[in-house]
């Protein structure tokens, strides 16, 4: 029920009193403060230059000298928990998020979808008058719902932001992002060559659509949630930002610990008593089955590297390095921007990463990150052939283990290890000139679900008991507010956490944290699984484990966190490996079926919710008129170079290529030119065996003849997490293959395309071909 009516309502209007009370657009009370809440993607704990890093971000150092740096901050480990938490002030397990949305399960506490009873702050916001905006990274909703067909209810705009542009799923291409504007996809502006990059984007779209209102509403605030792609992978940046560093980590990353241990207990960001963990304390431990620690969460020894490694190492963390300066600088535009434009000093700003530095470059690091989400080892061969390149839309890169280590300094373990600090804690800094007029530092421990109550108790606005008919979840994190004035003011007292298999419980100085690794995979065995004990207070980089000396406290603790994990809905736990989390099978908006019939002019299909060729025969066929024998380009692509496959015309010869996640092309060619008029162009896979990765043989036809033929491999998993989906006409963002002439999208002219039918019966070509051609003669 709306406001009821306060005016009077008789037979003439002349006689009537109106009432403009229920129909008036909200405003909050003159002076309230407008919001900008700047979320960093896998950047470490040390890995700024104002928590001790080398890293040089000078935007984020002036936030921070003119505010707070909280040192005790904590996340969930993983992005899209984290983010749940810093929008909703709701535990991840509450948001239906354990772990990240492609990671879906289900269960409510893994469903990958918000609850409507978990408003966001964009949606508390929004109806007490402040315009709400948001660019950048959402990971906030499960797979089937980021496409066209969907609903759209957990996209930005279904969940209270007015206006958006990003990009929804975990990842995206910084040079070809996979870009959504409001509530449909778009192109980009420009091309890399032309000097588009995804962080400079997006910074220009924050600052328009805050000009766009203010040039309307002056003194009304905003809400501004800006989301940078950096530092998570693919570490995607101009040169000349990767080359500011050069020679600057050739010290390597335990002499790079060393150095930022140092600066640390020099800026105050560690206690004098901090120790520096160990590196690989845990690879001796065998699994309940006798399994070795996983190899991909192991640091190999600077010193073991051969000069080539260290200087590829080195070069990873230049590249990594310039990401985040270059994020950096974006931030510094619309910093400016709003101190130029006097609404700077009266401005809440919330600085935070949503996570740990990541291991998922494995000990070799990686150019192609899709290989981790298909199981695939780096190898330092292959990696070595990117070393100048790195960065580049040539790659898709990540810096190995040695590194996550280093920037999380001087913790153990990254991102996914929500039983230990280099997962969870994080960097915080919070400035708002107009009320905090004393900068320094906060020791009070902190988590994700405590930032919304702040912000509210700040804007002086409560949580709603009912939000659009929804009966709101009780707000689950404590305000800091008192700590932005008073040093000693109290912490969060009791803190559980839950990633994969990995579990803590953080109680009153100490915290029991379970001994698994978060890539488990037969490790969990939830009843008989050994738990460590530490003393944060004394020890806060967990370096001694004090499980023996004090039984007692620990079995506390760990009563404590089933009775935390029954409250906060965190059951079942996760114990699959990630290949068999990200392949299982989720709901989609249509039943599976043998043939998937795509046009020229529609928009990109998600890989989600495309056809699924993994590990199974299929056949491509396009239907086309041409008209010319100068017809060429892309017919259909799937994916991009870092994995895919696309069907195109060049130099007058159907082609096919199948891109091995990014290590090498498999390209087969016609023996014939393709005829002008009416065809069928198509490319059949036909699966040899069981094996893993799949192998067998494609061939091409024109009409019924076949035209070439040649044994392929393709991947196992996933094209990609990036977004690059399904194009029909064109390959819209990074190509499949370097095979084609100058750059993406480059679409197909010389001819009509009117339809491509992607079949995967599984049959043989001869009767795949019958079916592709029944389903063009039903039209």
């Known amino acids: ?104 399960s289900g269960f409510p506490n893994a469903n990958g979808h918000i609850p409507m009873e978990c408003a966001t702050a964009a949606e508390v916001l929004g109806e007490r008058g402040w315009n709400t905006f948001m660019v950048g990274k959402w990971h906030l909703c499960a797979e089937d719902e980021e496409n066209l067909a969907s609903i759209r209810q957990q996209w930005p705009v279904g969940r209270g932001f007015e206006r958006f542009y990003g990009f929804l799923g975990a990842e995206t291409n910084q040079w070809y992002p ?62 000349e930002w990767a080359d500011k560093y050069k020679g600057k980590f050739d010290m390597g990353y335990e002499a790079y610990r060393e150095l930022v241990f140092a600066n640390q207990k020099k800026l105050g960001i560690i206690p004098e008593h901090a120790e520096l963990s160990p590196i690989n304390p845990y690879t001796d431990l065998k699994g309940p089955q006798g399994q070795e620690w996983p190899a991909l969460d192991v640091v190999r020894p600077w010193e073991t590297l051969a000069d080539d490694e260290k200087k590829l ?7 990594y390095a310039g990401f985040v300066s270059h994020a950096d600088h974006q931030l510094g535009r619309m910093l400016d921007y709003l101190e130029e434009s006097g609404q700077l000093d009266n401005t809440l700003i919330v600085l935070v990463s949503d996570n740990g530095a990541s291991g998922e470059g494995g000990p070799n690091g990686s150019v192609n990150e899709n290989k981790f989400f298909n199981g695939i080892a780096d190898t330092m061969k292959e990696n070595l052939k990117y070393a100048d390149v790195l960065g580049s839309p040539l790659t898709y890169n990540h810096y190995p283990t040695g590194w996550a280590w280093a920037f999380n300094t001087p913790n153990k373990m990254w991102k996914r290890y929500a039983n230990y600090q280099g997962g969870t804690a994080d960097p915080m800094i ?205 017919l259909f692509a799937h994916g991009a170079r870092f994995g895919g496959h696309a069907l195109y015309i060049k130099d007058g010869k159907l082609k096919y290529a199948y891109n091995y996640v990014g290590e090498f092309e498999q390209i087969v060619d016609s023996s014939k030119p393709v005829p002008t008029g009416n065809c069928v162009l198509s490319a059949s896979f036909e699966k040899a065996g069981t094996g893993m990765p799949t192998e067998g043989l494609l061939s091409l036809y024109i009409d019924e003849e076949k035209v070439g033929e040649a044994k392929i491999r393709t991947q196992p998993g996933k094209f990609s997490l990036a977004g690059e989906g399904l194009n029909v006409g064109r390959d819209r963002a990074a190509p499949v293959t370097d095979d084609y002439p100058g750059t993406s999208p480059w679409a197909f002219t010389g001819g009509t395309i009117r339809r491509v039918v992607v079949n995967v019966a599984g049959d043989p070509w001869v009767d795949l071909d019958k079916e592709v051609r029944a389903a063009f003669a039903r039209d």
């Open 430 to 634: 919070i400035s708002w000139p107009a009320q905090i007029t004393t900068p320094g530092i906060r020791t009070q421990y902190t988590h994700a679900i405590d930032i919304v109550p702040t912000i509210y108790d700040c804007l002086e606005i409560e949580m709603p008991e009912v939000y659009r008919g929804a009966t709101q979840i009780p707000l689950e994190g404590e305000s800091f507010k008192a700590s932005l004035h008073d040093t000693k003011a109290k912490g969060r007292q009791t803190q559980f956490y839950s990633m994969l298999s990995t579990r803590a419980i953080y109680h009153e100085g100490w915290k029991a944290s379970s001994v698994t690794p978060a890539s488990p995979d037969g490790w969990a065995e939830f009843a008989t699984q050994r738990w460590e004990l530490f003393n944060t207070e004394t020890d806060p980089s967990e370096c001694h484990d004090l499980a023996e000396q004090h039984p007692a406290k620990l079995a506390e603790l760990i009563a404590l966190w089933w009775s935390e994990a029954g409250k906060y809905n965190a059951l079942p736990l996760e114990s699959r490996g990630a290949l068999a989390i990200l392949t299982a099978e989720r709901p989609q908006l249509s039943k599976p079926r043998d043939e998937y019939v795509y046009y020229p002019d529609c928009e990109e299909v998600p890989e989600s919710v495309a056809v699924n060729v993994r590990n199974r025969s299929y056949a491509i066929a396009a239907e086309v008129t041409i008209d010319t024998t100068d017809a060429a380009g892309v």
């Open 313 to 319: 190492f080195a070069r990873m963390a230049e590249v």
């Open 1 to 104: 029920m709306g406001k009821p009516f306060k005016g009077t309502i008789n037979i003439d209007i002349q006689d009537s009193t109106p009432d403009w009370t229920p129909y008036a657009q909200p405003l909050p009370a003159d002076g309230a403060p407008s919001v900008l809440y700047v979320i960093l993607d896998d950047v470490g704990f040390s890995a700024l230059e104002s928590f001790g890093g080398t890293i040089e971000t000078p935007n984020i150092k002036r936030i921070a000298d003119n505010g707070l740096i909280y040192t005790n901050f904590h996340t969930t480990a993983l992005c899209s928990p984290t983010r749940s938490c810093l929008l909703t002030g709701r535990n991840h397990t509450t948001n239906g998020m354990a772990c990240i949305s492609e990671a879906s």
């Open 178 to 239: 996979d870009l959504v504007y409001d509530n449909h996809p778009v192109d980009q502006p420009k091309t890399p060559e032309e000097g588009y990059h995804f962080s400079i984007d997006i910074t220009d779209k924050a600052i328009g659509f805050v000009r766009d209102a203010k040039a309307i509403a002056p003194d009304k605030p905003f809400f501004l949630y800006y989301a940078f792609g950096a530092g998570h992978a693919p570490h995607h940046v101009p040169k």
